[in-house]
């Protein structure tokens, strides 16, 4: 699959954010250069080579009264599939996916109650054997940001985003006033959006309101921190990122802010998290290193051990995408 300087840019900027306008291509194609219905074309392509995954809303579910954790297990082989297709089954399960590791399933699971959470989990603990379960709520957020560089020219860093987009708490709070025509927006949203010129006014046409009922909702959504952005999603494999490591250190407490925060720095990194720790699993920093080898994903995990008081770590290496989709109410 071969990409142009074009589509690579273009696939940069959408990941940063659509604007929310009538002719959102249109304004795409002002901003990079292309001409009319250039964009359009190229989205179908892209869409078509399995590039971009998806093309739509990303929500804080936090917004909305929901509070994610991520949850690991060591699940014997023979019942393997079996389990991953009950952790599945959840609309709430988002990610699921096997690692090279004891610790081979992880996934992320978001609900609105401790009694939502576990009529999810105990199926899920029988369909694993009743392996145990590692809960890891974030303790810290340090950077929230997927951004796969298609264009390789940055160092460190991706598109600059509003603070509340780089950095959004996932702890529990109190939810963001919505009504009905709110959550039949972010309902459509969750999808996948319309290659139309025009695809807020199908939006609104399936929302039941006018177009710019929906720009002047999705704003204030924005502005309140329920929606990150508007936004196109990719496959990293497909574009180029084949290697996805999960890479967790033991820091002192006292130096993982710090630490924390300098890892976010890395361009190849888009989560980093202080989470909980357990007597058999000591590890107090999490960060997601996407690059297109492992030997990349280690060669920046070289680089910031030997600068930082990391006492121990490990790389967890995803072997295979058990599951991975947006939110969804």
Partial sequence: MELDAQDRSLLNRLQARIPLTAEPWQALGEELGLKPGEVLERLKGLKEQGVIRRIGGVFN????????RLYA??????????????VNGFKGVTHNYRRRHRLNMWFTLSARSEEEREAILGPIRKAAGYARL?????????????????????????????????????????????????????????????????????????AGCGREDVLIRLERLQATGVLKRVAAVLRHRVAGFSANGLFVAVLPREKICESGQRLAGFKQVSHCYQRRSYPDWPYN????????????????????????????????????????????L
């Fill in 134 to 206: 590692y809960e890891f709520p974030s303790e810290q957020v340090f950077k929230l940001n997927v951004f796969l560089n298609m264009e390789g020219n940055a160092e460190k860093g991706s598109p600059p985003l509003p603070r509340s987009q780089e950095r959004v708490s996932l702890s529990p709070r109190r939810a963001c006033e919505t009504d009905e025509l709110d959550l039949r927006i972010i309902r459509e949203l969750q999808g996948d959006m319309p290659l139309l010129p025009d695809p807020f006014a199908e939006v609104a046409d399936r």
């Fill in 73 to 86: 297990m060591e699940v014997e082989e023979s019942r393997f599939y079996q389990a991953a297709a009950v």
């Fill in 285 to 328: 920093l999490y960060a997601m290193i996407h690059a297109s080898e492992e030997a990349e994903v280690q060669r920046v995990v070289r680089e910031f051990v030997e600068e930082e008081p990391v006492e121990a770590y490990d790389i967890l290496f995803s072997t295979e995408e058990l599951k991975k989709t947006s939110w969804s």
């Fill in 61 to 68: 579910p936090a917004g909305l009264g929901y509070a994610g």
